[in-house]
């Protein structure tokens, strides 16, 4: 069975300093693993995926993420935060192998970056 | 381009009345889902399809029907409302293919009283 925990509820960082939403995950295959982000009143938005090759992929907004086969996390970060990066973000996993090609998402992770 | 774009966008039912979710598509897209969200639970699959014509259950599919009679619409109905069904629901579309993401509608607001 898939599964995706962010174990994080809410994320509060300081503007302009470094921040890292958690994520990790468990699949029976490969994992093709994606970060979403949702604004107010939106639907979510695709930031970032992780497919195959280098463990360390980047995204919009000057976002990426750290893909760690060990540890089994997929860990969203940003070098420096802004105010506009406050939002809900999701850790989604897909079985890249097998099975049904159905999409697991995390419970959300609020953003606060603090001015 | 619209992208996906869901019908109705807010919504307000009594128990035991039905309704009817309109989510349409003009990416070409093969995989069509339906998810609800709720507070604390992040996104629930409720159905999903692969083509059309073709449909299958997902996390929470009790209380709701889909139907993907074109490919670029996917319907979800709720035959008898309930309150445990107030929640935002989702649509979302992706190609056929497990490596690309998805992508999502605005939303669509239902409250059942």
């Known amino acids: 069975a898939q599964s995706v925990a962010q174990p994080e509820d809410q994320v509060n960082v300081a503007e302009g300093n470094p921040l890292t939403v958690k994520c990790t995950y468990s699949?029976?295959?490969?994992?093709?693993l994606f970060w979403y982000v949702q604004y107010p009143n939106r639907g979510l938005q695709f930031l970032l995926k992780?497919?195959?090759?280098?463990?360390l992929v980047k995204g919009s907004y000057g976002f990426e993420a750290e893909f760690n086969k060990s540890q089994t996390s997929f860990h969203l970060k940003k070098p420096s935060a802004l105010v506009s990066d406050s939002a809900l973000y999701f850790c989604?996993?897909?079985?890249?192998?097998?099975?049904?090609?159905?999409?697991?998402f995390g419970t959300g992770t609020r953003l606060t970056v603090i001015p | 381009n619209a992208g996906v774009t869901q019908t109705p966008k807010f919504r307000v039912l009594k128990t035991g009345q039905s309704m009817t979710l309109l989510c349409a598509q003009d990416?070409?897209?093969?995989?069509m889902y339906w998810y609800r969200q709720d507070p604390g639970m992040g996104l629930r699959l409720i159905h999903y399809?692969?083509?059309?014509?073709?449909?299958a259950k997902g996390e929470v599919p009790d209380g709701y029907n889909v139907s993907r009679l074109k490919k670029q619409n996917f319907l979800l109905g709720l035959e008898s409302a309930a309150p445990s069904q107030t929640s935002v629901y989702f649509c979302?579309?992706?190609?056929?293919?497990?490596?690309?993401?998805?992508?999502f509608g605005q939303g669509t607001r239902l409250t059942v009283v």
């Open positions: 979302a579309s992706s190609k056929g293919e497990r490596s690309t993401e998805a992508f």
């Open positions: 699949v029976s295959g490969n994992p093709y």
């Open positions: 992780y497919i195959t090759g280098d463990n």
């Open positions: 989604a996993v897909r079985d890249g192998s097998s099975g049904a090609n159905n999409l697991f």
């Open positions: 990416m070409n897209h093969e995989y």
């Open positions: 399809s692969v083509g059309e014509g073709t449909t």
